[in-house]
Each structure stands twice: as structure tokens, then as C-alpha cells.
């Protein structure tokens, strides 16, 4: 007994001198389907070391990179079921599991990247964002994967003409896979872990991403052409599970929005940066880049997609994104 009082008095003593007890450290799994060297893993990286200076340490987040826990279906069900605490994926195929980001992909909707970031953070962007919780997830910010290009071996793509019978793989959501339906194109979905081996084996002839993500997944290496058509914008969405929400406070829940913010506005810096360099990178490396790619003829040719979009998302609703200004 008088052990237990030494103990309660000394606890009382460190309170009143406010000294702060340390807490069990809690770690928490993140996953990515790129590199360590990514957007994806600038953004990564940023959250983990904002997590653990906001929480002086008791906060770890580990990081699994390249795919490790998946493609990023597999990572979206995985933070659905609690299996996963946090996940930075593109919102290309979060669309199968919250339809209000379906409307972010239809091609060409995007003037440019100002555009895209001030419908995002604004209200339009904001409302899609708590739209999550209705889908077991919790959306904590908007990261970005970038505009998105066109890549073949076998012909270079400079007219819609172009995509006639092409096998194109595509992320497994239906607003891009209606778009190249349309175009003429053969879509193939797969995840991003095993877009390298389709292309090397020819089960594609081409693909379509942003330049950061052409750039860590090594295409110039089986990939010929470039062609830049910027035809969708890519958004990624920094999520959590809802088992991992619950079990924080208020406090916590505060730190990790905060954390999410920041590596969002990493993510963003980072594509800026790849954008303005990563053609150099890939036209050392061989690629043949074709620019001035007349988009209004991609547009155009998209009408009947774009008929079917309005009935889905409402013109109203594509035309307030459409006329949002920064």
C-alpha cells in the first residue's frame, strides 16, 4: 500500500509540474502502388513525417510502396475493410466505390492544372469529398496524379482516327473505358502493378497515364510513342478507414486531416516539378514525344460519350465545373 501511494503521489507531482506522460506509439499501414520516389510517395512520406512530428512520435505510419498491398482496387477495399489505415490512390477506380468521383474523369473537362486544383478545393470538390462516409470511407484531402497522356509501340496516336482497334489499357472505370469505346479503341483494364509485363508481352499495345506515373513505372523502356493529349485530369483522394476514424479523437482526427492536407499540397508540387522535366527524362530515354495534338478533334469525336455523361451527371452540374474560374 504505501508503494501505491508513493506512485499516486509522484504521479500527482508530475501533473501539477505538467509534465506530459508519453503514450503507447500507435502505427498505422499506408498504401501506394508506386515508388518510394513517386508523387505518390513524396505525399507518403510527407504525411508520416507531419504524423510524427504533430504527435511528437506517438503517431508511425509505414509505408507500402510498389504495389506491395495490391493495385489500387485491392487498396481501396482493403481501407474499406480496416485491413488498410490510409490510402493515396487516383481516383480512377475509387469511382467503382463513391460514384460522385466518375464525374472528375470525363475527358477534357479540365482546362488546365488551376482549374482543376480550384474546382477541387472549393465547394464542388469539398461535396464529392463527403460523399465517402456513405461508402465506408472517409476522404481526409485531394492529392493529384496529374493530366493524363496517351503511350503505343506500335503507331504513334495524333488524330481520334488513331485509337481505331488500339488494345489500350485503362484503370477499370466506366467513364474512361466509355471514352475509348467511343474513340475506337480496345480498353483493357489492369491494375498499375501489372501494366509493365502487358506491354512488354504485347497483351497492349499501349496505356495512358499522367507523366509521373510513365516516368516511375519505367514505360520508355516498352513503350515507343508519347503522344500528349491531356485528355483526362487525374485526381488522387488521401483516404482512411472508418475503423481507423472511430478509434481517434477529436485531436487526432484533426492532426491526420492536417497531415493529409500537407501531403496533398506535396503531391501537387511534386507533378509540377515531373511535369516540367519528365520529358526531358523520356525523350533521353528514347521515347518520340508528339505535341500539339489538336484536341478538339478528340473532343468532337467524344460526342456521343458525352450525351451519355450529361444523362448520368446532369449538363448542369458538368457545366458549373466547366465554368469554375481560379
Known sequence: MKAIR???????????????????ETALTLGIVLGRSSHYGVAATTLAEEMAKRSDGSFRVEIFSDGILGGEREIVVGTQLGTVDIAIVSTGPVGNFVPATLITDIPFLFRDYAHARTVLDGPIGQAILSE??????????????????????????????????????????????????????????????NIYAALQSHIVEGQENP???ILDLKFSEVQKYLALTGHVYSPAVIMVSPQLWERLDDSDRAMLKGSAIKAGAAMRATVDHQEQEGLKTLRAAGMIVIDGIDKSAFQAALAPAYAEYAKTFGQAQIDSIRDSHP
Open 6 to 24: 508513493i506512485a499516486l503521489v509522484g504521479l500527482a507531482v508530475a501533473c501539477a509540474m505538467g509534465v506530459t506522460l508519453a503514450r503507447a
Open 132 to 193: 465517402f462516409p456513405k461508402h465506408g470511407l472517409i476522404a481526409l484531402a485531394w492529392g493529384e496524379n496529374g493530366f493524363r497522356h496517351i503511350t503505343t509501340t506500335t503507331r504513334p496516336i495524333t488524330k481520334p482516327e488513331d485509337l481505331v482497334g488500339l488494345k489500350l489499357r485503362t484503370m477499370q472505370n466506366s467513364v474512361h473505358m466509355r471514352a475509348f469505346t467511343v474513340l475506337g479503341a480496345k480498353p483493357m483494364p489492369l491494375p498499375a502493378p
Open 211 to 213: 507523366i509521373p506515373v
